[in-house]
């Protein structure tokens, strides 16, 4: 399940124990800190611990974005469509694990079960919608005041984006603002809450399935 020892934890019932990660996501690989230090992940209701993540900092964060700037020009090359299948598979893969996921971000953040359901599906649906819009990144031609001039707009990717995400709704605010960004061709570096970790690593563990290349989203955890 994960790295602490079995007397200490508090083991969640999932269907695919792959989606409880102990290790944070940098550059397409699971990975420790530098220090080796870990925080624990509880339960809010009654203190049991969960599991615990790796405690990372500055070095780790620094490699993380390195590796999603390394990682920008092939994703930003791949066409709408492409980038669009990658999403798709995402969503499909977020629905078919919608119950472990709704188990595991209750047992770490406290929300009834069937609230935190409703925020994976929920949260599905920005994936699902950003994955048709993915190939409709559409430029524009704006009128002029006179016939000597064309304005054009081009859209493009602005680049490595950094998204911290809170601790009440984690996955909704997640997909929220990783759908967009990556339709439109960005990476990115993620810092989940120190609170609720575990079901941001899990989204990860959704989206290296689906196949996603290595370096385009990388999940750093640590405690602020």
């Known amino acids: 399940m994960n790295a ?7 083991v969640i019932p999932l269907k695919d124990p792959q ?4 290790r944070a996501y940098v550059n397409g690989a699971w990975v420790e800190a530098d220090s080796k230090g870990r925080f624990d992940v509880d339960n809010p209701a009654d203190g049991a611990i969960l599991g615990s993540v790796p405690n990372m900092g500055a070095a780790e964060a620094r490699r993380a974005i390195e590796a999603a700037n390394a990682a920008l020009p092939a ?8 980038r669009s299948n990658i999403l798709r598979k995402w969503f499909n893969l977020i629905v078919a694990n919608a119950d472990d996921l709704a188990t ?10 069937a609230e935190a359901r409703g ?6 649906s920005f994936v699902e919608w950003f994955a048709e819009e993915a190939k409709r990144v559409y430029g524009d031609v704006i009128p002029t005041l ?34 967009p960004l990556l339709a439109a061709g960005n990476t990115c570096v993620v810092k989940p809450s120190e609170h609720s970790p575990a079901s941001t690593v899990a989204l990860a563990q959704v989206l290296f399935e689906a196949g996603l290349p290595a370096g385009v989203l ?7």
């Open 4 to 10: 602490i020892t079995k007397d200490r934890a508090t």
């Open 19 to 22: 989606l409880f990660r102990d």
């Open 104 to 113: 595991l971000l209750t047992a770490e953040q406290g929300k009834p079960i």
């Open 75 to 82: 994703w930003r090359a791949l066409t709408g469509k492409e």
């Open 146 to 179: 006179s016939n000597d001039r064309r304005l054009i707009v081009i859209k493009q990717p602005i680049g490595v984006v950094g998204a911290i995400t809170p601790w009440n709704s984690p996955l909704l605010l997640l997909t929220f603002k990783l759908a």
């Open 119 to 124: 925020e994976i599906i929920y949260g599905a």
């Open 218 to 224: 990388n999940v750093v955890t640590g405690w602020d």
